[in-house]
C-alpha cells in the first residue's frame, strides 16, 4: 500500500474508538498500522454490538470495522515480560505510538514516552485519554457521552426548556471521539513533518476527549467568551443566520441555510413571496435574527402548504443551500454519494462481504485507495513477528504455547 505516509510505521496500542480512528486514518495515508491486542480477548469493541458481521465471537461488530481497517493485528500480552519485550521491540524502529490507556498504567509496564523515547529518540508518542495527563481528573475514566456533557456540547444540543422535549441532549453519534481522533491524527502528522525536516527528534503529544471537545464548540465557545452568555438551544434552528433551520412540509420535512442578504432576496423568490424583503424587520441579517421570532410562524406556515420535491427543486433553482433530512439508507442511495464512492467494497475480509465509509481526503495524487478490511484478532502475529522482528517458527510458537502472544 502506497500513500503520503509511505514508510511510517505505527504501533497501536488503543481500543474502543478515538484513538483505533487516529490509526485508521494513519492507514489510509499509506502508514503500516500494527494494532497490539490481549490474546483471547482483543479490543473491546469487537464485542459493541449487535450488529456483527459474521460470526458473533470472530469480534466484527460494526464499532470495530468502523475504525481498524488497512491495520494489522498482532496478539501480545505485555502484562508478561515476554510480550513487554515484543512490544519494545517493535517499538525500536517504529515511527509513532498511539495510545489510550489511563494515565501511568503503560509507565507500569515499561511502555511510556520516557522509557520507549530512551531506545528511540524519533519516536512520536501520542497519549488519547478523557482528561489530559495534567490536572485533577487526569485520572478519571471516561467515555464519548461524559466529554459530550462535561465539554457544553450536550448544553447547546437540543430543544429550548420550556418546549415539549426540552433540555440537552447527546448527539447519537460518539462524536467526540471521532473529533479528537482527527485532532490526534493532525498532531502525529505535524510531529513526524518536524521530527522529518528539521530536529530530527520525536515527540510527545497529550491529547484529551475534553480538551478536543471544548476547542470542537468554536463559535459557540467564542459566543460565550465575548458576550459572558450562554448561547441557548434552538433544536434544529442554528444560533447565526435566519431562516437556519428544519421545515416540516405536507409530505416531509427539508433543511436550509439562508447565509446573507442576497440569499435571502432569491430566497423569499424561490417561495414565492417576494414581498418579505420589504419588511424592515427581515431586511438584513441581523434585523432577522433580532426578528426570527415573528419571521419563522411565517415560513413554516408557507412551507407546510407545499410538498418537499416542490419546495427543493425552487430552492436549488435559485442557488439557496438546501437538502432533505437522509436516514442512513438514503445516504449511500443519492447520486451524489454514488458518484463520489462514498461507500466502498473492502478487499481481504476474513468476515464476510464488507463495504466500508470512504476516506473523505481527495489528493491529485497518490489517492486514498487501500480498504483493505480490518483484521480478526490476532490475523498478523506471526506475519509481523517473523518480519519484524526476525522471529522463527519455533520462537512464535514457544511464545504462543506461554500465553505471551
Not at 531506545?119 to 482528561?131: A, E, K, M, Q, W
Not at 453519534?173 to 491524527?185: E, H, M, N, Q, R
Not at 462481504?353 to 481526503?361: C, E, H, K, S, Y
Not at 509481523?384 to 504455547?401: D, H, K, N, Q
Amino acid at each position: 500500500m502506497s500513500g503520503k505516509l509511505d514508510g511510517i510505521r505505527v504501533i497501536d496500542l488503543t481500543r474502543v474508538l478515538a484513538g483505533p480512528l487516529t490509526g485508521q486514518m494513519l492507514a489510509d495515508l499509506g502508514a503500516e498500522v500494527i494494532k497490539v491486542e490481549q490474546p483471547g480477548r482483543g479490543d473491546e469493541a469487537r464485542g459493541y454490538g449487535p450488529p456483527f458481521l459474521g460470526d458473533e465471537a470472530a469480534g466484527g461488530s460494526s464499532f470495530f470495522l468502523a475504525a481498524n481497517r488497512n491495520k494489522k493485528s498482532v496478539t501480545i500480552d505485555f502484562a508478561q515480560s515476554a510480550g513487554r519485550k515484543l512490544v519494545t521491540d517493535l517499538v525500536r524502529d517504529a515511527d509513532v505510538v498511539l495510545e489510550n490507556f489511563r494515565v501511568g498504567t503503560l509507565a507500569r509496564h515499561g511502555l511510556d514516552y520516557e522509557t520507549l523515547s530512551a531506545l528511540n529518540p524519533r519516536l512520536v508518542y501520542c497519549s488519547i485519554t478523557g482528561f489530559g495527563q495534567t490536572g485533577p481528573y487526569r485520572a478519571r475514566p471516561g467515555y464519548d457521552a461524559i466529554f459530550q456533557s462535561m465539554g457544553g456540547l450536550m448544553s447547546s444540543i437540543g430543544r429550548p426548556d420550556g418546549e415539549p422535549g426540552g433540555g440537552p441532549m447527546r448527539t447519537g453519534l460518539s462524536i467526540t471521539d471521532v473529533i479528537t481522533s482527527l485532532y490526534a491524527g493532525t498532531a502525529v502528522v505535524a510531529a513526524l513533518y518536524r521530527r522529518d525536516a528539521r530536529a530530527g527528534e520525536g515527540e510527545y503529544v497529550d491529547v484529551a476527549l475534553l480538551d478536543s471537545t471544548v476547542a470542537a464548540m468554536s463559535h459557540y465557545a467564542m459566543y460565550y467568551l465575548i458576550s459572558g452568555n450562554v448561547p441557548p438551544r434552538r433544536g434544529n434552528a442554528g444560533n447565526g443566520g435566519v431562516p437556519s433551520q428544519v421545515f416540516p412540509c405536507r409530505d416531509g420535512a427539508i433543511m436550509l441555510t439562508v447565509g446573507n442578504d442576497a440569499q435571502f432576496v432569491r430566497f423569499c423568490r424561490a417561495i414565492e413571496h417576494p414581498t418579505l424583503v420589504d419588511d424592515k424587520r427581515f431586511a438584513t441579517g441581523v434585523e432577522r435574527i433580532r426578528h426570527r421570532e415573528v419571521l419563522i410562524p411565517i415560513l413554516e406556515r408557507i412551507f407546510a402548504a407545499g410538498d418537499v420535491e416542490h419546495w427543493l427543486q425552487r430552492l436549488v433553482e435559485l442557488d439557496i443551500p438546501a437538502g432533505p433530512i437522509h436516514d442512513m439508507s438514503q445516504v449511500f442511495d443519492d447520486p451524489q454519494a454514488r458518484e463520489r464512492e462514498l461507500r466502498r467494497p473492502a478487499t481481504a475480509s476474513a468476515f464476510g462481504p464488507l463495504d466500508l465509509v470512504a476516506n473523505p481526503i481527495r489528493y491529485a495524487s497518490e489517492p486514498v485507495t487501500s480498504y483493505r478490511a480490518p483484521p480478526r484478532l490476532g490475523e498478523h502475529t506471526d506475519e509481523v513477528l517473523g518480519r519484524v522482528l526476525g522471529l522463527g517458527r519455533a520462537e512464535i510458537e514457544s511464545l504462543r504455547e506461554q500465553a505471551v502472544i
